[in-house]
């Protein structure tokens, strides 16, 4: 067996840089085979500062410290790999995506393959953070061995350690069937998007008192059946803070006042990344313009490609003058001939 001092150079060197940490280095220090001339290069190495994975045992500390739950939503690679980075306890992949990534005009029409396609992007990414994995409409309503099966398709396809579906009550019994699988369950009560026709639209639940009790009666259900957390989605604040100190699973706000274990935003919300004009619901906070530096750089880039000062000359690969004088010669004895 070859020792290290053995080893070729470029072996030996491949064999420290396995085993040590690589220090940031600008391009300009890198060793020349080490350039990547390529614009498809890998986005960057993981935190400095890396972190243990979030695990249910992280979640139930952090709830049982009162310590709230971060809940982000993530739709790729590149909107996993900031989140997970940011430090978000969770991810969540979910049918949201539908609208902010694929167009289209509500959560119902994404298909399980769609779904599956998204969730392996952001588990790339996502080195830190639990993630989540939304069942589609469609996947899980039909019957208990149903949605078994399509959880089973997220975490084996997907690779999400989770996954979160609609519904209370009726839900229960699916609930406990995939859970029993071992297969970790965010249940989702309140405003359920992928039933928002029966609801009459985009509506707040629980605004009475029979409708206040539907809402604890689904999470008490939920949470009966094994859920390990539930999300609460536009419910009033009181009612929402009520319900969370009714249960002994965390409860996931969205929309739902700040009484509950976590929030959860939709990530495209949040940032700021659309157009002027775009309806918001009032729960969403706005904490960046990117569509608004989008513009502003992409406008740059268009406008020094037009005028022809990028690619400025640090910008390109220099060519030896001889090696480009004798490139000069062949090519007017070429046009000559």
């Not at 150079?9 to 396995?18: E, G, H, M, P, W």
């Not at 993630?131 to 396809?157: N, W």
């Not at 904490?287 to 000062?309: D, L």
């Amino acid at each position: 067996m070859k020792t290290l001092g053995t080893l070729p150079r470029i072996a030996r060197a491949q064999l420290q840089l396995c085993s040590s940490p690589l220090p940031r280095l600008s391009h300009a220090s890198l060793p020349l085979a080490w350039i990547r001339s390529s614009s498809h290069s890998p986005l960057g190495a993981t935190p400095a500062n890396t972190r243990k994975p979030v695990t249910i045992n992280t979640l139930q500390t952090l709830y049982r410290k009162n310590e709230p739950i971060t809940m982000i939503t993530a739709h790729d690679f590149p909107s996993a790999h900031v989140a997970d980075h940011a430090g978000m306890d969770m991810i969540l992949v979910g049918d949201s995506l539908a609208m902010v990534a694929l167009g289209m005009e509500d959560t119902s029409e994404v298909l399980m393959e769609e779904m599956l396609l998204h969730c392996r992007s952001v588990a790339r990414a996502t080195k830190g953070a639990f993630t989540v994995g939304d069942l589609p409409m469609g996947t899980y309503e039909i019957a208990p061995e149903q949605a078994l099966e399509s959880a089973i398709r997220m975490v084996k396809e997907g690779r999400v350690k989770s996954i979160k579906l609609e519904g209370g009550q009726e839900m229960a019994p699916t609930i406990r069937k995939i859970t029993t699988a071992g297969i970790p369950v965010l249940a989702h009560i309140g405003l359920t998007p992928q039933r928002q026709n029966a609801l009459g639209g985009f509506r707040v639940q629980g605004k009475s008192t029979a409708s206040a009790l539907k809402v604890l009666d689904d999470a008490l259900a939920v949470q009966e059946a094994g859920a390990f957390a539930v999300v609460l989605e536009a419910v009033p604040a009181e009612v929402a803070a009520l319900v969370t100190q009714e249960l002994s699973i965390p409860t996931i706000g969205i929309g739902a006042g700040n009484g509950c274990s976590g929030q959860v935003l939709v990530q495209i919300d949040m940032l700021g990344n659309f157009p002027p004009g775009r309806f918001l619901p009032k729960f969403v906070k706005q904490y960046g313009n990117v569509w608004n530096e989008s513009m502003r750089a992409i406008q740059a880039y268009k406008t020094e490609v037009k005028s022809r000062t990028y690619p400025a000359p640090e910008h390109t690969y220099p060519m030896p003058k001889d090696e480009f004088s004798e490139f000069e010669r062949v090519v007017e004895q070429k046009r000559s001939t």
